[in-house]
């Protein structure tokens, strides 16, 4: 998902430490930085560690779980990546790299003392990603699995991109961003017109964009693009031959991720939801939810069935 203006470095960060936030330090090949978290609920059987999309987004767009989590009795816990915004955003390209996002992942559990007895974990997106590389490293702690509106692998999501949603659009206006995407200028304010046009109202979120709930506007005005071009590339039509996650492909190890696994897709995301019920199958205690209303954001544009499921996977792991 791609920023519509410029990144935004927060300033006074530690001003922003409040209501049950913190700043977590984290280890990395190129020095220590510090990574924001903020706690909402009190549940000590059931935390859930909210994974943003991207990559290089925000929790922001996320808050749409405000609505429903807190009233459910689940303690969950909003957390921006290294690099964004309430986070510390270095300047070191060689950071973004996902093993890396991995180990800061494990260090977040270990300084909230999350552990196999409580621990869910949440992946949105580029979160899904995430989520899947954590579990196939850690799943020793872990009592969920939260994999949202993302496929297991890059090379079958290009193929869908390229099959299934580029064909379905005006042809004329996709030779316009290919062409303007050739010519390295996705920053035009036509790219992003011809995006929001075809694409972004169709998949990624079905309401007109004035309409677009002010916590997504915001995310999206944060983005950092320095960790967004390179991880996935400049297009949004798929990712780029020569990011670095060009060649992710986790489908064939899924069947060895064996704690209970929630996949949610939705009918007219960017992503196959052929292939996320199949992600469901292939998990061994995986089910899969089905937003028919929603696109990528279904937390937002078919909102009730998405947290109807989710609430009612997450009530499932209380029982006894």
């Given at each position: 998902m791609r920023g519509m203006s410029g990144y935004l470095d927060y300033t006074g960060r530690d001003g922003l430490?409040?209501?049950?936030?913190?700043l977590i330090p984290i280890s990395t090949p190129r020095g220590d930085f510090r990574v924001w978290v903020k706690r909402i609920g009190n549940n000590p059987s059931l935390r859930m560690l909210l994974l943003h999309g991207g990559p290089g987004g925000t929790h922001e767009y996320l808050e749409a779980v405000d609505s429903y989590l807190p009233g459910a009795g689940i303690e969950y816990y909003h957390y921006d990546q290294l690099?964004?915004?309430?986070?510390?955003q270095p300047d070191e390209p060689s950071l973004w790299e996902l093993d890396r996002f991995v180990d800061e992942v494990e260090q977040v559990r270990k300084a909230l003392r999350l552990d196999r007895d409580n621990f869910v974990l949440y992946g949105q997106s580029w979160g899904g990603i995430l989520a899947i590389e954590y579990a196939l490293h850690?799943?020793?702690?872990?009592?969920?699995?939260v994999i949202s509106n993302m496929m297991s692998s890059v090379p079958a999501y290009n193929a869908y991109a390229e099959q299934v949603l580029m064909p379905a659009m005006d042809q004329a206006k996709l030779a316009e961003i290919k062409s303007l995407e050739a010519s390295g200028q996705t920053e035009d304010p036509r790219y992003m017109e011809l995006l929001v046009e075809q694409h972004y109202v169709q998949h990624v979120l079905r309401m007109p964009p004035q309409d677009w709930p002010e916590p997504v506007q915001r995310m999206f005005r944060h983005l950092n693009q320095q960790i967004y071009v390179s991880m996935q590339g400049p297009s949004e039509l798929g990712i780029s031959a020569d990011a670095k996650l060009a060649h992710w492909d986790r489908f064939g190890d899924l069947a060895s991720i064996d704690v209970p696994a929630l996949v949610i897709g939705a009918r007219y995301d960017t992503m196959d939801p052929a292939h996320m019920r199949q992600m469901a199958e292939r998990l061994p205690q995986g089910r899969y939810l089905s937003c028919e209303n929603g696109s990528h954001l279904a937390m937002y544009d078919d909102q009730q069935a998405y947290f109807a499921g989710l609430l009612d996977f997450l009530h499932g792991l209380a029982q006894p």
């Open positions: 430490l409040s209501g049950g936030a913190q690099g964004s915004a309430y986070s510390d850690h799943q020793q702690h872990l009592r969920g699995l």
